[in-house]
């Protein structure tokens, strides 16, 4: 999709959440992706945080950056699966003013061309919640690069046409 030189760029302050039980900061391989591609695009890195896999945690955290003004976007990676541990798509319902369904499916597509299909086992997801955008992303590095290279790279870059997220930020508190 084309990008327009000719409109100027708008960083977004994204917050990223890592979602596991056995990684630390030095082993997170798919925040650090995150944090590099993020921040090489133009934007800025808000917080970053890694929490273990427990709804009230997880809850808890995205409320706290939902309610920051220094942050319109947060990136989770990790906890998407279908295992019982994984329970960040359930934390993303709870705080959820309104669900993309959209961004689930296109990136279950997207998965499909490079896992075939075990891209079934992956519950991403995207949701605004009270003016904040979530995407929920799978824990892998593979997959935080499909989710950021085939879809939130455009997505997240106020230039991207015919349309992109950015351009929508100051609307999604309206009624």
């Not at 947060?74 to 295992?83: A, D, E, M, N, P």
């Amino acid at each position: 999709m084309p990008i327009d030189e000719t409109r100027a760029f708008t960083p977004v302050h994204i917050a990223v959440l890592t979602v596991s039980d056995t990684r630390g900061l030095d082993e997170d391989r798919s925040g650090d992706t995150l944090v590099a591609r993020l921040t090489e695009a133009g934007h800025v890195l808000a917080e970053r945080r890694i929490e273990r896999d427990d709804i009230d945690t997880i809850v808890t955290t995205l409320r706290g950056w939902i309610a920051d003004p220094a942050i319109d976007c947060v990136l989770t990676t990790g906890g998407t699966g279908v295992t019982g541990r994984d329970v960040t798509p359930e934390a993303v319902e709870q705080v959820a003013t309104k669900m993309i369904p959209g961004f689930g499916e296109l990136f279950r597509w997207l998965s499909f061309q490079t896992i075939g299909t075990s891209t079934i086992q992956s519950r991403a997801c995207a949701c605004v919640a009270d003016g904040t955008y979530i995407f929920a992303l799978p824990g892998s590095t593979g997959a935080v690069k499909d989710a950021w290279n085939g879809i939130l790279k455009d997505q997240l870059d106020s230039r991207h046409r015919p349309c992109n997220f950015v351009e929508l930020m100051p609307r999604l508190m309206e009624r």
